[in-house]
């Protein structure tokens, strides 16, 4: 019988072996460290090598879904819930939040009321239970719908308005607007914006908490509180950032009030982001003044060629718009730090 070799054979590799949880946390690395692409590679190679691990296809689900791709996070999930593990409860949640953003409101009504059936104290339940609500509403409200075409409100003609520096103008269209429908929230943030620029914060100070206090708090209301306590370097503005970073809204127009409202409070990274999303998904009507924010917010994370080509675009449309394009093109091309003067940002 031969005796057992104690030594190992000179130049021997000893292979290392890589479990699923090797690259799964390889893929965490990449993403704490905004490397999203690689730790999606890492993630599905985790779910190659551990394909029964619902650990694995959720987080890299959640990733998908952070970058967009609710489609492709939805197929991971649904594995999750229909064939590896229907008791993770975690999936449904994530399942519903995509749902919304698809504007699949019923599915996602469902997978949040599974959630909580599940996992009723679960880490995600408030934020499901005030989901829940958010979908409820738009699936039972006939809001503006029913309105009279003259009594709908257009909201990016007030941010038009606003973005163009033309305050006395969109104050004096939102007190009319709101003399003649009096429960158009979204009018209130847009005549405290107004009031904002033109020196009177405690006037809008005053109209943002009245819309906070209601049992529905308004969503631009939240963003816009954040933006006027950065702008009077006020001590609670960083938590009111925070809170506004963590929103997840699902209507489009919320998405990009979100990321402007986030530019305006300098955070630059998080508002290029959002704006990002909504350019790639071609979510909103094409307007020049998104165009010019996205630029600026190009420049701020770094993204000099980007911008200039936004700029060079604007002019082509729009001619008489050359000493705001050209201005800001000369800046990048002598170095110049990008603006953080909100003064800067407006589109005229």
């Known amino acids: 019988m031969p005796g057992i070799e104690t030594k190992e054979k000179k130049g021997q590799v000893i292979p290392f072996i890589q479990d699923g949880g090797y690259f799964y946390k390889k893929g965490i690395e990449a993403y704490q460290n905004q490397q999203i692409e690689r730790a999606v590679q890492y993630f599905k190679r985790a779910i190659r090598v551990e394909p029964e691990e619902p650990v694995f296809s959720c987080q890299l689900a959640i990733v998908l879904s952070e970058r967009g791709e609710y489609e492709a996070s939805n197929d991971y999930l649904t594995k999750i819930k229909t064939d590896i593990d229907p008791s993770m409860s975690e999936c449904y949640f994530f399942l519903a939040n995509n749902m919304a953003h698809l504007g699949k409101l019923e599915e996602a009504k469902e997978n949040l009321e599974v959630y909580l059936e599940i996992d009723e104290e679960g880490e995600f339940s408030e934020d499901a239970e005030s989901l829940l609500d958010m979908v409820n509403n738009q699936l039972g409200e006939s809001g503006e719908k029913d309105m009279p075409a003259k009594e709908k409100l257009d909201d990016f003609h007030f941010i038009g308005l606003l973005n163009s520096g033309k305050y006395a103008e969109a104050e004096e269209e939102a007190r009319k607007q709101m003399a003649a429908v009096p429960s158009h929230w979204n009018l209130y943030v847009y005549l405290a914006e107004a009031l904002m620029y033109q020196n009177r914060q405690k006037e809008a100070e005053q109209i943002l908490k009245d819309l906070l206090i209601k049992d529905e708090p308004n969503f631009l209301a939240q963003c816009q509180m954040a933006v006027l306590l950065y702008q009077n370097n006020d001590p609670q503005a960083s938590v009111w950032i925070r809170n506004i970073i963590n929103l997840r809204p699902m209507d489009h ?69 050359k000493q705001l394009t050209q201005t800001f093109i000369k800046e990048i091309d002598n170095g110049n730090e990008p603006p953080r003067d909100i003064s800067r940002f407006l589109y005229r």
């Open 253 to 321: 127009f919320h998405c990009y009030f979100l990321g402007r409202s986030l530019l305006f409070a300098g955070e630059y990274q998080k508002a290029y982001e959002w704006y990002a999303k909504l350019l790639n998904k071609k979510l909103l009507p094409g307007f020049h003044d998104f165009n010019h924010q996205l630029a600026l917010l190009s420049w701020h994370t770094g993204n000099k060629e980007a911008a200039k080509k936004l700029w060079v675009s604007i002019e082509a449309d729009e001619p008489e718009k």
